[in-house]
């Protein structure tokens, strides 16, 4: 509630205590949770803990700062559609998870709570926060872990297929064509029977890097084993068949094994829109995979107009 003098009070049985400026100050710097003060986005005032969760010497470094430079620019946006609710509504619901700029350059991700109060002078937002940085770590590291491969870090199958599918919805540039390239590594089993899964694991790495700097813009995914996920986007046909060469071309000679060489076949699609459907667009590049390596052509890249149907 609001004491008769504008101060936070409580009451208890009936019996009413505003507590003083001096008290309320005291109980505030005292917290070990971040508190601050700002009003219209200046800061007026901020405990000790905030002051150490920004990196400040002291908490007089924070005052006359705009909030808004001290959140993240991924999340400015957000912030400020928070602080314009909490000042037309006087509350928002829930808690903000955001990321902070500290002082010394770093970032803190924080859970934030806010509520309005009087000011006298008009009203004062108070802003309490928890530092969630290492569960907000933790969160984004699962979250690489179920859609990253360890070995090569590209996106693992669940990774590129989520990525795509997504494109599908809403494509990167409306209207524009993009392509599927499925490779399928040649002679690389015999390279783990002989060889070893280190010799393995260290090919894989190296076609992994290739094939980055191949795709500039598009995705590069570990379809599972040794094969591996292409996509790009605003491209021809042309420009799919020439990508679909030069990925082709990759050759990766072993040291270990005198004459052993892996490269890809490689099946493309290419579609003229920029939907489609993944199953299908997966089938017909594996279909396009497959005729490449019977036929010892490379590469094969079809069409499929109607994959936006």
Request: hydrophobic share 40%; net charge negative.
């Amino acid at each position: 509630m609001i004491g008769s003098s504008g101060l936070p009070g409580s009451t208890l049985a009936g019996w009413t205590t505003t507590l003083s400026p001096d008290v309320l100050a005291r109980a505030l710097t005292s917290l070990p949770c971040p508190v601050l003060f700002h009003r219209a986005g200046i800061v007026l005032w901020a405990n000790p803990a905030a002051a150490e969760l920004f990196g400040a010497d002291r908490p007089e470094d924070l005052l006359g700062r705009d909030t808004v430079d001290l959140v993240a620019p991924s999340d400015r946006a957000y912030s400020l559609r928070r602080q314009m609710d909490l000042f037309r509504q006087g509350w928002v619901e829930g808690a903000a998870e955001v990321a902070l700029n500290r002082l010394d350059g770093g970032t803190v991700v924080v859970e934030v709570r806010g509520t309005l109060i009087d000011g006298g002078d008009g009203p004062v937002a108070c802003l309490v926060g928890s530092d969630v940085t290492g569960r907000a770590k933790r969160a984004e590291r699962l979250q690489w872990e179920a859609t990253h491969d360890p070995l090569t870090r590209l996106l693992n199958r669940r990774g590129v297929l989520e990525a795509l599918a997504g494109w599908l919805v809403e494509p990167p540039e409306p209207a524009a064509g993009f392509g599927v390239l499925l490779c399928d590594l040649d002679g690389f089993k015999e390279v783990n029977d002989t060889l070893g899964h280190g010799c393995g694991d260290r090919v894989l790495v190296e076609v992994a890097q290739r094939f980055e700097g191949l795709v500039r813009g598009g995705l590069v995914g570990r379809y599972g084993g040794d094969e591996f996920l292409l996509c790009a986007v605003a491209c021809s046909k042309d420009d799919v068949e020439r990508l679909a060469g030069r990925v082709a071309r990759v050759r990766v000679a072993l040291r270990e094994g005198e004459g052993t060489v892996v490269g890809p076949s490689v099946g493309g699609v290419w579609c003229p829109s920029g939907r489609g459907d993944v199953e299908r667009l997966l089938a017909e590049a594996d279909r396009a995979m497959y005729r490449a390596k019977r036929q010892g052509l490379g590469w094969v890249v079809v069409e499929l107009p109607g994959a936006d149907a």
